[in-house]
């Protein structure tokens, strides 16, 4: 993984900074019996866009709270700029909005975000910060009576309140309408733009696939794909097949089955659909058959069925037995 | 912190709650007490209208402690906004001492207001005794805002509210606040945190002296909040 451009970028901006962000160092939480985060290692460098990724449970929360100091490891270390996750937020190095980061109530957005940016050892003017959020025209508005959306907007702001060097946001656009979460998205490359490093989870994999050039997926607590979009999506392998069959062209649908490398098979109607491992030799073998597909489309799968593909895997790896129906249907293929 | 403070403060005078309990009830009570009284000359060895000026006085700091600081934390804690300041450069403890520094700024206003009114009902002291009793009021006030804090980290808003609502009527009524007791409930009471606030108001008010364990008693309860807020605070940020 190449970041080196981007390293360049990020040193430059201040001359401070060792070429890392953010380490973690064979770190586990355990919350009794349960392994909430179990021997996660990774490095972030200065500049990156990661989204990091995992279902509901899969230890993302308890990952980020640890990132933060606001949590010990088990056993590891996690270091922020070298130091001490406290010692890198009480810098001023760090701009967080957390997920449901409660607002200070009674008091109007402005005065809120002039706290913030009192606080902060490098805080910027308080009509910049609202303006860079969007929120100028809430300034005069009380804290307690703004939408979801604009609270959103809010915390955005008192993350980026000062000029800190990591931002972290923990699912940032839940609750935002699309053109929300799109003038968000804007806002947030530009800080991206600056130099900034920006870690955010998020469950839109859209957002990871358009926004992130780095993508960690954990899942049950271990960190199981670090990389680009497009190289996730690759690992899984996993490509689309469709096309209508017509009764008049006599096909026999139960040939579909020795169809090789088919992860699933659905026919509907006419239309198949296949999601396959291996999209060359599956349609070669579907024209050998004596198939005639009309309207044939073999295209890629998105982040979100490579995320399914390769937390499946895992899954089906922990069980430790390989997964049935494709275990039958390579038999059936070597018979 | 300062900024945090400043803004406490101003949340507090905006709360309608507080000006309810720490301003509006004392003054409400003050009168109807002495209304109420007005067949007896003294009650702990000072006129009627100046005891009351003092247990209402005491009234509105312990309500600004308990019902609005308690309460807040708690609501805080849950909503997630403490846990959003422990993500900025402010220092660890800064929270809780704007949260007690915000208290004392606002019982100020309830005790002067207090004296205003006792005033105007006729009571009258040097003006040395105003002075040092409406500074021995606001310090001993630091006791209650340390026992709100310690409350506040105690538990969820929920669960709270009971549990202040018990505590507040026990220091109340063991205080002397509306009335006095006779008999062995009397010594018993007199040794609860809010009787020796009021005694110490007395003194100050009237002269006389406090026993040195009146004194201790009264060190060993600021001891014992501060204590005990450190300590649940503490286990707060563990958790996490």
């Not at chain 1, 006599?250 to 659905?266: E, H, I, T, W």
């Not at chain 1, 799968?301 to 037995?321: C, P, Y």
Request: hydrophobic share 45%; proline share 3%; aromatic share 8%.
């Amino acid at each position: 993984m190449s970041t080196s451009v981007e390293q360049v970028t990020g040193e430059a901006r201040r001359g401070r900074g060792s070429g890392e962000v953010a380490a973690f160092r064979g770190v586990s939480k355990h919350f009794g019996t349960v392994r909430a985060v179990n021997d996660i290692s990774l490095t972030l460098h200065p500049g990156e866009t990661v989204a990091f990724l995992g279902p509901n449970g899969a230890g993302k929360s308890t990952s980020i709270d640890m990132l933060l100091g606001l949590r010990e490891p088990t056993s590891g270390s996690v270091t922020l700029f070298g130091g001490s996750p406290r010692q890198a937020i009480l810098d001023g190095r760090v701009g967080v909005m957390l997920q449901s980061g409660g607002l200070m109530p009674d008091v109007k957005v402005r005065e809120l975000i002039k706290f913030a940016s009192d606080i902060h050892p490098r805080g910027y003017d308080v009509d910049d910060v609202l303006k860079t959020a969007g929120i100028t025209e809430l300034a005069d508005r009380m804290v307690d009576k703004l939408s979801g959306g604009q609270e959103q907007r809010v915390r955005f702001a008192l993350a980026t309140a000062g000029d800190s060097d990591l931002i972290v946001l923990d699912e940032p656009t839940t609750g935002m309408d699309v053109s929300a979460r799109h003038a968000f998205w804007a806002v947030m490359r530009a800080q991206a733009d600056a130099g900034r490093t920006v870690l955010f989870a998020t469950h839109y994999l859209e957002e990871a696939d358009s926004i992130a050039d780095r993508v960690l997926v954990v899942h049950k607590g271990r960190l199981i794909a670090d990389g680009t979009a497009a190289e996730i999506k690759a690992r899984a392998g996993l490509r689309k097949i469709s096309f209508d069959l017509r009764p008049e062209d006599g096909a026999d649908l139960s040939l579909l089955n020795a169809v090789p490398g088919v992860n699933s098979l659905d026919v509907s109607g006419h239309t198949v659909r296949i999601n396959s491992s291996d999209a060359d030799a599956a349609v070669a073998a579907i024209y050998r058959a004596g198939f005639y597909p009309r309207g044939l489309e073999v295209t890629g799968v998105g982040l979100e069925q490579a995320f399914i593909t390769i937390t499946g895997e895992q899954d089906a790896a922990d069980r430790n037995t390989a997964d049935r129906n494709t275990a039958d249907l390579t038999e059936e293929n070597a018979r | 912190m300062i900024t945090l403070t400043r803004l406490e403060i101003l949340r507090v005078l905006r709360n309608r709650r507080y000006l309810v309990f720490t301003i509006v009830m004392p003054v409400g009570l003050y009168l109807l007490m002495v209304s109420a009284y007005s067949g007896v000359d003294t009650l702990g060895g000072v006129s009627v209208k100046a005891y009351f000026m003092v247990t209402m006085a005491t009234l509105g700091t312990v309500s600004a402690s308990m019902n609005t600081n308690a309460t807040r934390i708690a609501l805080e804690r849950k909503s997630g906004w403490a846990r959003q300041l422990r993500l900025t450069a402010l220092p660890g403890y800064g929270y809780v001492v704007a949260k007690i520094a915000a208290t004392a700024a606002s019982t100020l206003p309830a005790i002067v207001i207090t004296f205003a009114v006792g005033y105007s009902e006729g009571v009258r002291l040097a003006a040395g005794n105003w002075l040092l009793l409406g500074l021995v009021l606001w310090v001993g006030g630091f006791v209650f805002a340390a026992l709100g804090v310690a409350l506040g980290y105690s538990a969820g808003p929920d669960s709270l509210q009971p549990i202040v609502m018990i505590v507040y009527m026990a220091l109340l009524m063991l205080g002397g606040t509306y009335f006095q007791f006779t008999g062995s409930m009397a010594n018993f009471a007199k040794w609860t945190p809010l009787a020796l606030y009021n005694q110490l108001g007395r003194v100050a008010q009237a002269g006389g002296s406090m026993s040195g364990g009146e004194l201790t008693a009264i060190l060993a309860y600021a001891a014992a909040f501060a204590a005990l807020a450190s300590f649940l605070y503490r286990r707060d940020r563990r958790e996490a």
